[in-house]
C-alpha cells in the first residue's frame, strides 16, 4: 500500500529515519556480525591469540554433552511452558466467556501478572517453594512428598516451570477470550438447538475456530519460553542444580560471559539467532493466512 | 394534563418478579444474550472454577505482602503466618531509604525505583518519538534506500538481546555508555514493532488530510506536528502502556552493564539482595523490595486497562 500525498525533501526523510537506524546499525548488526565472525574464530583466554578454524566451534558444540543436554532441558521447558500455559488459560477463558457479565471482573483480576517481571515472579516463586521457609514447600512436606528444589534438578525445573507459566497465563487468558467473544452466538445458538451439549460445542465448534489464535499463541509461547525467561532462570535455579534447568539461553549467557569461552559463546549465539529467524518465519506465514481466513 | 402516576406500576402487583430483580442477572433464565441454556449448577461450577483461578494466580503476591509486613524472626519461622504482621511500616521505611541485607551493599530501594522509572520512561518515549520519525518518513516521502532502510528496521525483530549479548556488551563498554543511564537505555531504544504499528496507522490516514495540508503550505514537519501526532494519539498511549512494562522490567541488559550498585534498577537490586545466601537473606526486606518492584507496572496495566489491552493486541500486529 503506498501514498498518493507525498512531501519532497532532499534532506528531511534522511534526517527523521536516522536515530533509528543508527541505533539499529551500532547496537544490532555490529554486535550481530561480530557474533558471526567471532563463532569462525577460537580465541584464548587473554586474547592474544586468535585463530581462524571455519566451523569447528560449531561441531565442538554439537558433540558437546553439555550443550546437547541444554538443548534436550530446553525442549522440555519450552514444551511444558506452552502446553500448561495455554491449557490453563484456555480453560479460565472459556470460563469467563460463559460468564460475560463479571468476564470483566475476573478479566482484571487474570491480567495483573503480565506486569511482573520475571525475575520477580521467580523471587516469589522461589520463597514458597524454599525447602526451609516456603509455604508450598512445607504443604508438600504435610503431604509426605520429599521437595528441595535446591538439591533436586527435576524439583528446580518444576519450580521454573511454574513460574514461567503463572506469568504468562495473563497473556493467552486475554487473547484466548478475545478470540471466543469473537466467534458468532448465531453458531452456537444452532448447535444448541439441535441438541448439542456445552462439552460438545466446545470441542466440535469452539476449539476449531479458535484454532489461529491457539497457533498464534503456540509460537508467542515457544519464543517466550525460549527467550523471555532468562530472567526466571537466573533469579530461580542459575541454570542449577548441575545444570539441570540450563537453557540454551542461559548457556550462552553463562558460558561467554561467565565461562569467557567466547568463540563457544558465540557459535551458540548464531545458533539461537537461526532459531529465532525459523520461529519468526513461521509466525509471519501464518499471519498471512490469517488475513485471508 | 393526563395523569401521570395513577396508575400502579406493574410489578409492583407481582412482589416475587420485583425479589427476581434483585438475584444476579445470570441466575435467571435468559439472564444474557448468548448464553444458550440455563443451567444454574453449570454457572455455579464456573464461577468456582474461576475464583480458585483467581486465588492461585494471587496466592504469590498475596504471600509475599504478607512476608514484607512481618519482622525479621516471624518470617524465618515455618510455617509462616497468613496473616500481615505489624512491621510493615518499618520495612519499607527501611528498604527505600537504607536498602536491604546486611550481607551484601545494596544501594537504597528509593535509588533502585529512581533508576527503574528513568528507565522505563526513557524507553518507552524514546522508542515512541524515534518510531514515530522513522514511520513518518517511510510513509510519506519516497527516497533513495527507503526499502532498505525498511528492511533494516524489520531484521532487528530476529536479533534479540539474549542472541547477542556479548558483542553488544563489548560495544556499550568501548563507547563508555556502562553504569550509564544512557548505556541502560539507548541501547534497547530501537523498535520495529513500534515502526511498523505506526507505518500501518499512518497508511489509514487520508490523503486528503497531507494534501490539504500542502495547499495551506504546511510543510511535513508542520502536517507531522500538527496532524499525524494528535491522530496517533491512542496507538501512542497503547504503546506506552507495554513499553513501560517492557523498560521497567528488563533484566539481561542492566545485569550486564551495570556494576555500581547506584545503578542498580530494582529488578536487578532483589537479584543481588538474594545472592547472598540462604542463611543470610533477609526475606522480608526482600519481599517489601519485590512488592515495590512489582507497583509500578501493575498500577500502569490496572489504571490504563484499556490501553494496555491494545497495545498487547496491536503490538502482535
Same mark, same amino acid.
Do not use: C
Given at each position: 500500500?503506498? %501514498? ?10 534522511? *534526517? ?66 506452552? *502446553? ?79 513460574? *514461567? ?34 462439552? %460438545? ?93 | ?16 418478579? #420485583?425479589?427476581? &430483580? ?13 448464553? =444458550? ?25 498475596? #504471600? ?16 509462616? +503466618?497468613?496473616?500481615?504482621? +505489624? ?13 536491604? +541485607? ?12 529512581? &533508576? ?12 515512541? @518519538?524515534? +518510531? ?5 518518513? =517511510? ?46 537505555? #539507548? ?17 489509514? @490516514? ?38 513501560? =512494562? ?20 530494582? #529488578? =536487578? ?49
Amino acid at each position: 500500500m503506498e %501514498k498518493r500525498a507525498r512531501f519532497e525533501s532532499r534532506w528531511l526523510p534522511y *534526517a527523521l529515519i536516522a536515530p533509528q537506524l543508527v541505533i539499529t546499525l551500532v547496537f544490532f548488526f555490529l554486535p550481530a556480525s561480530q557474533a558471526l565472525y567471532q563463532s569462525l574464530l577460537v580465541q584464548d583466554a587473554f586474547g592474544t591469540n586468535t585463530q581462524f578454524v571455519w566451523f569447528e566451534n560449531f561441531q565442538d558444540l554439537f558433540r558437546n554433552e553439555d550443550y546437547l543436554s541444554s538443548f534436550k532441558t530446553t525442549a522440555i521447558f519450552s514444551l511444558l511452558v506452552a *502446553a500448561l500455559g495455554l491449557s490453563i488459560s484456555l480453560v479460565l477463558a472459556v470460563l469467563a466467556d460463559r460468564v460475560i457479565r463479571g468476564a470483566n471482573v475476573y478479566k482484571t483480576l487474570l491480567i495483573w501478572p503480565y506486569a511482573v517481571a520475571p525475575a520477580i515472579a521467580a523471587v516469589l516463586w522461589l520463597f514458597l517453594f524454599n525447602p526451609t521457609l516456603g509455604i508450598i514447600a512445607h504443604w508438600l512436606k504435610g503431604l509426605g512428598v520429599p521437595w528441595n528444589p535446591l538439591l533436586d534438578g527435576t524439583d528446580a525445573l518444576i519450580m521454573v516451570v511454574i513460574a *514461567a507459566v503463572w506469568k504468562q497465563i495473563s497473556y493467552n487468558f486475554l487473547f484466548f477470550l478475545a478470540g471466543l467473544q469473537s466467534i458468532p452466538k448465531s453458531l452456537i445458538e444452532a448447535a444448541a438447538i439441535d441438541g448439542a451439549g456445552p462439552v %460438545k460445542r466446545f470441542l466440535t465448534i469452539v476449539f476449531p475456530l479458535l484454532s489461529p489464535t491457539t497457533f498464534f499463541l503456540l509460537v508467542v509461547n515457544i519464543v517466550y519460553a525460549f527467550f523471555d525467561t532468562f530472567g526466571i532462570i537466573d533469579a530461580a535455579t542459575s541454570g542449577g542444580p548441575a545444570k539441570a534447568t540450563e537453557i540454551l539461553v542461559y548457556k550462552v549467557y553463562a558460558d561467554g560471559f561467565k565461562g569467557l569461552d567466547l568463540g563457544g559463546s558465540a557459535a551458540q549465539s548464531v545458533v539461537l539467532m537461526i532459531i529465532v529467524v525459523a520461529l519468526t518465519v513461521v509466525q509471519f506465514r501464518y499471519v498471512e493466512r490469517k488475513v485471508q481466513y | 394534563m393526563s395523569t401521570p402516576s395513577a396508575e400502579p406500576k406493574p410489578r409492583m402487583r407481582f412482589p416475587v418478579l #420485583v425479589l427476581m &430483580n434483585l438475584l444476579p442477572r445470570t441466575w435467571r433464565a435468559g439472564g444474557r444474550e448468548g448464553m =444458550i441454556e440455563n443451567r444454574p449448577l453449570l454457572t455455579i461450577f464456573t464461577h468456582v472454577i474461576l475464583l480458585i483461578g483467581v486465588a492461585i494466580i494471587a496466592l504469590p503476591v498475596y #504471600v509475599t505482602f504478607v512476608a514484607s509486613t512481618l519482622g525479621p524472626d516471624e518470617v524465618l519461622r515455618a510455617p509462616m +503466618s497468613l496473616i500481615p504482621g +505489624s512491621h510493615m511500616i518499618e520495612n519499607y521505611a527501611k528498604v527505600l531509604g537504607e536498602g536491604a +541485607s546486611s550481607n551484601v551493599t545494596t544501594a537504597p530501594v528509593g535509588r533502585m525505583m529512581l &533508576n527503574s522509572l528513568v528507565t522505563a520512561l526513557v524507553i518507552a518515549f524514546g522508542k515512541i @518519538i524515534i +518510531s514515530l520519525l522513522s514511520a513518518f518518513a =517511510i510513509v510519506y516521502f519516497r527516497f533513495r534506500f527507503r526499502t532498505l532502510a525498511f528492511w533494516l528496521i524489520f531484521v532487528t525483530l530476529m536479533l534479540p538481546v539474549e542472541v547477542r549479548i556479548l558483542p553488544t556488551y563489548k560495544v556499550v563498554s568501548d563507547l563508555g555508555m556502562l553504569d550509564t543511564y544512557a548505556g541502560l537505555t #539507548v541501547p534497547l531504544i530501537a523498535s520495529a514493532t513500534a515502526t511498523f504499528l505506526f507505518r500501518q496507522f499512518f497508511l489509514t @490516514i487520508p490523503d486528503e488530510l497531507a494534501e490539504a495540508a500542502r495547499i495551506d503550505g504546511a510543510g511535513p514537519l508542520r502536517f507531522f506536528w500538527d496532524v499525524v501526532v494528535p491522530l496517533s494519539r491512542p496507538n501512542i498511549a497503547a504503546l506506552f502502556v507495554i513499553l513501560f =512494562i517492557y523498560g521497567w522490567n528488563q533484566y539481561l541488559w542492566p545485569l550486564l552493564i551495570t556494576t555500581d550498585e547506584s545503578m542498580y534498577t530494582t #529488578v =536487578i537490586g532483589i537479584k543481588r539482595m538474594i545472592a547472598g545466601g540462604e542463611q543470610a537473606t533477609e526475606w522480608n526486606l526482600v519481599m517489601a523490595t519485590a512488592m515495590l518492584a512489582m507497583l509500578p507496572p501493575a498500577l500502569v496495566v490496572l489504571l490504563m486497562q484499556r490501553w494496555f489491552v491494545k497495545g498487547l493486541v496491536d503490538a502482535e500486529k
